[in-house]
């Protein structure tokens, strides 16, 4: 394997594929700007210059923007056909570093979403798509340090195998060893973190249909999770953003939800009812980058499923305040009350870069949903109604970039 920079050229058109990407677009469609024009244009290309593998990575964004996720998968599957190497954009001159990401075919949660987190930055990213069975491209760009952005899944399993063969030589730095990431499935995570003070990791099990089946056909969940009844948390294997996720109230209604589902797999986990004494309830999203823990945000709703949409944040002034709160004494107030449990997670989970979802329990512990590296981490909010947030996440974006920097130069 050969290390060398790639240039944009006509004979090498397609290896320096240089697509607008998901942070400017998911910015442009957060904003309301109508992306259709760009989205007829983008097609044009397709048609005409059907070895546009810029275009149809784009193209492949919008769609799943959109909402049409087949149609998506599909263009950034022929792109990947064309070019496996993607420059994304880059305003300075001489990059400060060379970030090289290696990332998994899939959908907008399927990797580490570094765009977001290196927007505006001196560093240059380069992102090489790894697809198992298939060689690596001859020429891959120089760089000062790769990073495993793939995130866990049983989708990407293969290719986290993959970048771990490929990884055990390789000429620079890798951070996020793709052995460490696989410890963050939902069932090995618990394994992992179950002893640690303060902190309540609801136990799951992955199960096959017909066992979620038998529960609706009267068995107990205590068969499955020692102790537990009902309501209890169902989810599909492999999915994400709510999908398919329902608090099952008892054996009725779970038979209702596996006649209504399809899938092979579950995640299934005992209900914990964490709202506060208001009656809401508050989960929050952290990042941890380099052992330390950031906050992100945090979402204040009435029902327990929540999602920072559809806890109307932008709605009510009380609630972004409340944020604000969390936001700006974070340091000294949630992570000094957790810091136990905090500091261990990062210990145990042992990633240079990784994000959890958590929330209090009645207790006053530390209850964590999940971890994974693919969280998305934005500075898309407009400023004028979350004004707290822009030096947060310059704080979080500095740190991120920092840690870079430093794992740089310690391998110098």
């Known amino acids: 394997m050969s290390i060398v920079a790639l240039e944009p ?27 259709r024009p760009l989205w007829s244009e983008l097609v044009g290309r397709y048609v005409y210059r059907q070895d546009d593998a810029a275009a149809l990575l784009d193209l492949a964004i919008l769609e799943q923007l959109f909402g049409n996720l087949d149609a998506g998968l599909a263009r950034q599957a022929e792109a990947l056909l064309l070019c496996r190497i993607y420059r994304s954009p880059f305003t300075g001159g001489a990059p400060a570093l060379r970030l090289l990401a290696f990332a998994a075919p899939g959908d907008l949660g399927a990797n580490t979403p570094l765009e977001f987190l290196l ?23 120089e760089h000062d340090l790769a990073f495993v952005a793939v995130g866990e899944s049983d989708v990407n399993r293969a290719v986290l195998g993959e970048i771990a063969r490929l990884t055990a030589c390789w000429p620079r730095p890798v951070l996020n060893p793709p052995e460490r990431i696989a410890l963050l499935s939902r069932e090995r995570l618990c394994r992992l973190l179950q002893d640690i003070p303060g902190l309540h990791l609801p136990p799951t099990a992955r199960i096959e249909r017909a066992r979620l089946a038998a529960l609706g056909a009267g068995a107990s969940p205590a068969d499955i999770l020692p102790g537990a009844d009902f309501p209890i948390i169902a989810r599909p294997v492999d999915s994400h953003a709510g999908r398919g996720l329902e ?9 209702e939800y596996i006649a209504a589902r399809s899938e092979a797999e579950f995640f299934v986990s005992p209900f914990v009812d964490y709202r506060d004494p208001d009656g809401l309830f508050r989960k929050y999203r952290i990042v941890f980058i380099a052992g330390r823990p950031f906050a992100c945000h945090m979402a204040v709703a009435e029902q327990w499923m929540i999602y920072y949409l559809n806890a109307n944040m932008k709605e009510s002034a009380a609630k972004r305040a409340e944020e604000a709160r969390f936001m700006t004494r974070f340091d000294e107030d949630f992570a000094r009350r957790h810091g136990t449990a905090l500091k261990a997670i990062a210990e145990h989970v042992g990633l240079d870069y990784f994000g959890i979802d958590c929330a209090e329990d009645a207790d006053g512990k530390l209850l964590l949903f999940e971890a994974d590296i693919a969280m998305i981490v934005h500075a898309m909010d407009d400023p004028a109604i979350f004004p707290y947030k822009v030096p947060q996440m310059r704080k979080v974006f500095d740190a991120f970039r920092a840690m870079l920097q430093q794992r740089s130069e310690t391998a110098r």
């Open 9 to 35: 050229s006509d004979s090498a058109g397609i290896a320096a594929a240089r697509p607008t990407g998901v942070a400017k677009l998911s910015k442009m469609m957060f904003d309301g700007v109508d992306l």
């Open 119 to 141: 927007d505006g930055s001196a560093v240059e990213l380069h992102t090489l798509y790894v697809v198992p069975g298939t060689p690596l491209p001859t020429d891959i760009p």
């Open 247 to 255: 608090k099952l109230a008892d054996a009725a209604a779970l038979g």
